[in-house]
């Protein structure tokens, strides 16, 4: 009776250990997993930094543009984008911002992808918290399926990181006579 008690304790606490193992491992992962989390959160803040002071050099060149097509019309009182497009400088100007309005429109899908990329983390990064908690807790906690969805969401963003913020040869352009309509008659 005596070696039985002894056997079951010993089996006993080898479970304990083998349960304290798993859950040193699994806190590690998620720790390691919510660092990777924060990098990636820096780096996404850093390309939407990037991303924002870009598009607002190309807005105020709009602006310029804009303001330079809006003297050249008053000063030869143009009467028609037929007309308007007779000028080379004013032709010019158009297809200038029609290009910058494709950039600055890439550079805003970008910028929104990126921000889901942070929010998403976010919600992870809170959800691998709690999980650290619940191991202290509960010695059997499954953060496998947590840290699967980590990892494509890692997989997805970090690459993106290292890219150009868009293509240029896919930009998509606003026709040169309705921008010409925009500057001319605003609403």
């Not at 809006?70 to 037929?82: D, G, H, V």
């Not at 007779?86 to 805003?108: C, E, H, P, T, V």
């Not at 290292?162 to 309509?181: Q, S």
């Amino acid at each position: 009776m005596k070696k039985s008690l002894t056997y079951s304790m010993l089996v006993c606490l080898s479970c304990l250990c083998w349960a304290m193992d798993a859950n040193g491992l699994k806190t590690t992962e998620l720790n390691r997993k919510m660092s990777e989390i924060s990098s990636l959160q820096q780096n996404l803040t850093g390309k939407i930094a990037q991303a924002v002071e870009k598009k607002d050099q190309l807005e105020q060149k709009a602006l310029e543009l804009k303001n330079e097509i809006q003297a050249l019309n008053r000063q030869f009182k143009i009467a028609s984008y037929q007309l308007a497009i007779q000028n080379a400088r004013i032709d010019y100007n158009l297809k200038l911002i029609q290009l910058l309005f494709g950039y600055m429109s890439r550079l805003n899908e970008k910028i929104e992808y990126f921000k889901n990329g942070q929010e998403t983390l976010t919600f992870f990064f809170q959800q691998a918290e709690d999980d650290l908690l619940m191991i202290r807790t509960l010695n059997d906690l499954e953060t496998d399926k947590l840290i699967g969805q980590i990892n494509e969401t890692l997989d997805e963003y970090i690459p993106e990181t290292g890219k150009p913020m868009f293509d240029v040869n896919d930009v998509p352009l606003k026709d040169t006579e309705k921008i010409w309509n925009e500057i001319i008659h605003p609403n």
